[in-house]
């Protein structure tokens, strides 16, 4: 089933103009209250707690029921969380004075979000990440091989991605440490062991599997929507000099695995269906298994600021939007599924880094300065980076805009910790 909220739609709740979290969005996370985790969803300013509304008796079941995601869906998948939107949105719609009209309820239920720090959305077991960023390969292929087609042979016909390291992926707010590793000056003999010296983010969409698939099932591409959960924005971190001596021949490995910061409000695609889009022609035609029915990108607009110890606000950066995907999700899901890999609930799954086809639409610092040759100068201080220094701060924001309202993903913002 799907539940689309209506684009009119108004709640007594109050939301600032602008939000994120208007009625039409009500997102998932995880708080930790007392010692214990709960889902929560958020409107406006403020997080609603589940557990709290079934104590009430605003939904059904028991309290313990909306401790975990994972419990909501159960077998459900998607179908759970769209039947439980719909119960929220009752509840908070305009004319409904049931909790409206209730101010002890309230009181239990509401919560400032800003006094919520949030957790993962799921726990995590797999996490695979994706290269689905066609200028960004194109721009990279242009940097490392300059004398070849800036594609490789592959990059029409599949989705390209890599198994990353689902212990090492974190939520918004926890700071990322420098990592060290090898890495071999161009000029020397011998690599050296030490702190990475070209730390940088990569801008990507993150969806949740919610539904498990048997081994050796194959799950054709106009069934996969029910096995995607949701959304979040993906911060896959990389150490570019690392990365630059470890990755042949097998990929990277200590340069990606250190960490990848995740939005911690999972973003439901009944959320987003309004904004499904055709997205980029895809030449030359896929291979029929790949072949989706229906639109599978998402018209989303994204933008990264950075702010240095110095600075007294963010600047931004660099604004892009999903839609430069070649590939989509549900052709990602697909094709990791094509060969009998069982998905299991809770699986991560990133894009790979989403770039524009100009300078300030890139989605990393190895292209905003192409490779460290054109370093990018922050206006308030003077300052000026090619790759992030200790004490940056890096802030993803996301959303997709309606007429009158915007579903958003909020902040993924982290900060460097020196190594």
Known sequence: MKFLIPAKATTWAPVPANSDFPIQNLPFGVVVHEDEQRVVTRIGDQILELAALAEEGFLPGDPVDYLDIETIIGEEGG??????RKMLYDL???????????????????????????NLPLMIDAYVDFYSGINHASNVGKMFRPDMAPLLPNYRHLPVGYNGRASSVIP???????PCGQTKAADADMPTFGPTKELDFELEMGFFVGAQSEMGEAIPIDEIEDYILGFVMVNDWSARDVQRWEY????????????????????????LEPFRIAGLTQDPPVLPHLRSPKPGHYDIQLEVSIQTPRMTKPQV??????????????????????????????????SGTISGSEKGTFGSLLELSWRGTEPIKLTETGETRTFLQDGDVVTFRGWAQGEGFRVGFGELT?????A
Do not use: M
């Not at 982290?414 to 020196?418: G, M, V």
């Open 414 to 418: 982290t900060e460097i910790l020196p």
């Open 79 to 84: 179908d759970g969380l769209s039947r439980l």
């Open 317 to 350: 950066i660099s604004r892009t939007n999903t839609k430069e995907l070649y590939w989509t999700a549900y052709q990602q899901l697909t094709h990791q599924s094509s060969n009998g890999t069982p998905l299991e609930v809770g699986d991560l799954y990133a």
């Open 172 to 178: 918004s707010g926890v700071p990322v440490k420098r």
């Open 248 to 271: 042949q021949p097998l990929g990277p490995f200590l340069a990606k695995s250190f960490a990848t910061s995740i939005s911690p409000w999972l973003i439901t695609l009944d959320a």
């Open 92 to 118: 908070l719609r305009t004319d409904n004075p049931n909790l409206r009209d209730n101010s002890a309820a309230k009181a239990k239920c509401f919560h400032p979000a800003q006094d919520a720090p949030l």
